[in-house]
């Protein structure tokens, strides 16, 4: 079992920067990479970055360019740097493995705001 916890997250205003963080804890060897998911108001959770712990670094379109997935195995955390944040960024964000398993453990999330 491995376990996450967000932080971060808040208002912001469109061509702002937020930067989310992840702790990750419990068997992190057992799985192949952790990712950042995000549900808006009334759309499915979806995968916004992942990173392998080979490195590699997955973006979906709308975010390439604007956020940075990150690790810091030390503190075994993972972060999301975004910026030129868009309204349309506007979500509940959430940290959990990546792929995603089957049935998977969702923490309570971190709202994003992006408003003028």
């Known amino acids: 079992q491995v376990q996450f916890v967000e932080s971060g997250g808040g208002l912001v205003q469109p061509g702002g920067s937020l930067r989310l963080s992840c702790t990750v804890s419990g068997n992190i060897d057992s799985i192949i990479g952790e990712g950042w998911y995000r549900q808006g108001p009334g759309n499915q959770r979806l995968l916004v970055a992942a990173i392998k712990h080979n490195g590699e670094k997955i973006y979906v379109d709308s975010v390439k360019g604007r956020f940075t997935i990150s690790r810091d195995n030390a503190k075994n955390a993972i972060y999301l740097e975004m910026n030129r944040l868009k309204p349309e960024d506007t979500a509940a964000y959430y940290c959990?493995?990546?792929?995603?398993?089957?049935?998977?453990?969702w923490g309570q999330g971190i709202q994003v705001t992006v408003s003028s």
């Open positions: 959990n493995e990546y792929p995603i398993s089957v049935w998977p453990s």
